[in-house]
């Protein structure tokens, strides 16, 4: 499959198009050519008015990941998105966050794309895979305000129409929904689509917590059962994965039989 040589068109975000869509038309929406990064430039509209703003970027020159690492992102191949949402919660209370998120972007992908039978699963914390490959992922930015509730930036990075990638720019097996489909996609539909299930997420988030999406991620759950390792700070963890607890803490059994539940880090299938 070589799209480069067939001439994919290249078709870029269009704001109007994406608004004219929505459901939830009264966010507040900024499309950019380029930036450094959307959850960066999302920051300057913390503590304004509290609303709901969304930054969709063609190109950011310091992409990030979680835990210090680069998110490449070359012009208008992918998704760079990040959403400023208001949370009456106090921090302690957003620690399923970054799950429901994932299970969002599962959704608003399926829903907008015909995936050949193959299932998006996520590797907790919040990274969202096919078949052993990284698709998405999900860097959150928390900041808590003087009348204890929290603003936080849901920063989303989506592999879409990107064929080539060096092992510097990536440095782990990756997809995109071109490789999967072989199907050229628009990323406007894409970024409705994820605009408008986030919102009804994170609204649900807000009302009911992680209890709501137990069902859920139990269907998405792509460590459940396995032999996993969790290295959070200096300490490593390994068992067999048991699911979550009502925080979104990854539960592993350990080889002595104990529940040991971990509550951040980064999670690597080991069988
Ligand atoms: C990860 O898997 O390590 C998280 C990747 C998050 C990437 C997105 S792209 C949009 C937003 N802006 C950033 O700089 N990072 C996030």
């Known amino acids: ?11 870029l975000l269009d704001r109007k198009k994406i608004k004219a869509n929505l459901r939830h038309s009264t966010i507040q929406l900024d499309i ?12 300057k509209f913390i503590s304004q008015n509290e609303q709901i703003r969304v930054c969709i970027a063609e190109l950011q020159t310091q992409g990030r990941g979680r835990l210090n690492r680069q998110w490449y ?9 990040s959403m400023l949402y208001p949370f009456q919660k106090v921090l302690s209370e957003l620690s399923g966050l970054s799950l429901v998120v994932g299970l969002a972007i599962c959704q608003s992908i399926e ?20 078949d052993q490959c990284k698709l998405a992922g999900i860097l ?6 003087s009348n204890g509730f929290c603003q936080a ?22 997809t995109s929904l071109l490789k999967i489909t072989e199907q050229y996609q628009d990323r406007n ?8 299930v986030l919102m009804d997420y994170l609204e649900r988030f807000s009302s009911h917590g992680l209890l709501a999406f137990t069902e859920e991620w139990k269907s998405r759950d792509g460590l459940f059962g396995r032999v996993v390792s969790v290295i959070s700070g200096s300490k490593k963890h390994e068992g067999i994965c048991v699911g979550i607890n ?8 350990t080889s002595e039989k104990i529940i040991q539940a971990c509550t951040s880090g980064d999670s690597t299938l080991l069988k």
């Open 153 to 174: 930036i849901v920063g989303i990075g989506i592999n879409v129409n990107m064929l080539n990638a060096t092992k510097k720019d990536i440095g782990q097996p990756w």
């Open 1 to 11: 499959m070589d799209f480069e040589k067939t001439g994919s068109p290249l078709i």
């Open 32 to 43: 950019l050519e380029k930036t450094d990064s959307t959850n960066e430039y999302l920051k």
């Open 140 to 145: 959150i930015e928390i900041q808590a305000e």
């Open 189 to 196: 539909d894409l970024c409705v689509a994820l605009i408008d």
């Open 73 to 81: 992102s070359p012009f208008g191949q992918n998704i760079y998105f």
């Open 111 to 130: 829903s907008v794309v015909k995936l050949k039978n193959k299932m998006l699963s996520i590797k907790w914390p919040n990274d969202i895979f096919v």
């Open 246 to 253: 009502t925080q979104g803490h990854l539960l592993l059994k």
